[in-house]
């Protein structure tokens, strides 16, 4: 059994109608790349508000939303941080936001955020919205992780309860590029029914 990888013309039913959500949920999936180089061009406020939204509306385990996110775009903060993490190329891009976890309030809602995965993975369903809401704004955007977690907490007055996780950069790409879709072979690494089917 397998599938076969659906190309960004096979969004069409039977009569050849083209499916626009589909079409438009792949496309934005398939061309989404992170950026690493940014224009020295301030982001619309509205496209962060926009990016943010997508932030909220991603599902999170329980319903628990034990993110908190923190916006920058003040230069010499921008500058500050991309000291502090190895995994952003200089010149910093003209806005971040760092995701965080509230341990505070995980521990207040007695839930146990070390044993169980699920509060990583809502940041990272968080991050990926993010990602192709910004990709889709026109926006050039890519996840950081490799930076110091007790060096950004200071600098952004973090209370020991709030831990920063992702950095997101956002900003407009410094070249354009053009993304080649590769196909995808999804058989390779998926299993039908049972390990080896
Ligand atoms: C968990 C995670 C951590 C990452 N950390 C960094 C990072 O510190 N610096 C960076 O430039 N890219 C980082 N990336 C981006 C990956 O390098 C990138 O997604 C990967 O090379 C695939 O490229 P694409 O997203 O353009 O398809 C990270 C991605 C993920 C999912």
Partial sequence: MGVES??????RDDQGNVDAKL??????????????YFKDVAVPREHIGLVLE???????GGRRRLNVYIVVQDPQMLRNVRAVSPGML????????????????????GFRYREHASAYVDI???????????????????PVMSFHRQAVQLLLDLPETIVPEVIVK???PAQAREVK????????????????G
């Fill in 181 to 196: 879709v590769p196909s995808i072979n999804v058989n390779k690494f998926t299993h039908w029914e049972r390990y080896g």
């Fill in 54 to 60: 997508s932030a909220r509306w991603a599902p999170n």
């Fill in 90 to 109: 200089p010149p910093p891009p003209p806005a971040i936001i760092v995701v965080c976890l509230d341990v505070g309030r995980a521990e207040a809602l």
């Fill in 23 to 36: 079409a438009c949920v792949l496309e934005t999936i398939r061309t989404r790349r992170v950026t690493r």
């Fill in 170 to 172: 956002l900003g407009e």
């Fill in 124 to 142: 990272g369903t968080a991050v990926q919205n993010m990602l192709l809401t910004a990709h889709a704004l026109g926006l050039g955007a890519g």
């Fill in 6 to 11: 659906r190309g960004l013309d096979t969004t």
